[in-house]
């Protein structure tokens, strides 16, 4: 009789352990799919890769560096590198009204730096190469060299519609950006996504902060 109850406690506890072992399994199994679920969600809604082409933003970007680029609830600030949809561009005609005009290519996303945002005064004296907002000289650390080149997509100083930005190339003398007929005023729903990391192995790492040595 008391063997019978021993082997009852063990075949109960063998059951017990079993039981224990597939929900601690099936908890793993869980946390695993949501994990993956989210990552494809973030990857697919929030976080998206993107590969640099061209050498307007050198030196913080080279020729085929892999980004990331966040796009969830984002609003461009002054300094942000962003993905610009540039299907069409946006300039003041001779009596100050803003106009639609073709841009680059139908296809064609640009990587430029947010200079100004709406309501700011952009002047450029592209003797000096000196670039100024709302008066005040615009400290570029990150600049490959001076903004000496007029594209003569406006007439300077300019302000900045409200919900437009002005973005440039780090590279200012090789960057077609806000100052080609072009390109011009970027309006907010071009603006794809900021850039905000660089996954490229061979220079894998942060995009700001960075300075020309």
């Known amino acids: ?5 021993m082997e009852q406690q063990t075949d109960m506890q063998k059951k017990t352990e079993k039981r224990t072992l597939l929900s601690n399994l099936a908890e793993v199994l869980e946390t695993v799919f949501v994990s993956v679920f989210v990552v494809i969600l973030l990857f697919a809604y929030v976080i998206r890769p993107v590969t640099v082409d061209g050498q307007s933003m050198e030196s913080t970007l080279q020729d085929g560096d892999r980004l990331l ?5 984002y609003t461009p600030e002054r300094g942000d590198i962003v993905i610009v949809d540039n299907t069409h561009s946006y300039l003041y005609d001779e009596n100050g009204n803003l106009i639609e005009s ?3 290519s139908q ?3 640009l990587i430029k730096r947010v200079i100004a ?3 700011e005064e952009i002047n450029i004296d592209f003797e000096t190469g000196t670039v100024t907002i709302d008066g005040e ?4 650390p990150y600049i490959n060299n001076l903004t000496t080149i007029d594209e003569y997509g406006f007439t300077y100083p300019v302000v900045v519609p409200e919900g437009y930005y002005f973005v440039m190339g780090d590279n200012r003398q090789n960057s077609t950006d806000s100052r080609s007929p072009y390109v011009g005023f970027v309006p907010e729903d071009a603006v794809l996504g ?5 996954i490229t192995p061979s220079n894998f790492g942060g995009i700001y902060g960075n300075t020309k040595d």
């Open 107 to 109: 296809e064609k996303r």
């Open 102 to 104: 073709e841009g680059l």
């Open 1 to 5: 009789m008391e063997n019978e109850m």
């Open 117 to 119: 945002v709406g309501g």
């Open 194 to 198: 900021k850039a905000i990391f660089r």
């Open 137 to 140: 000289v615009f400290d570029e």
């Open 69 to 73: 680029m966040m796009d969830l609830l």
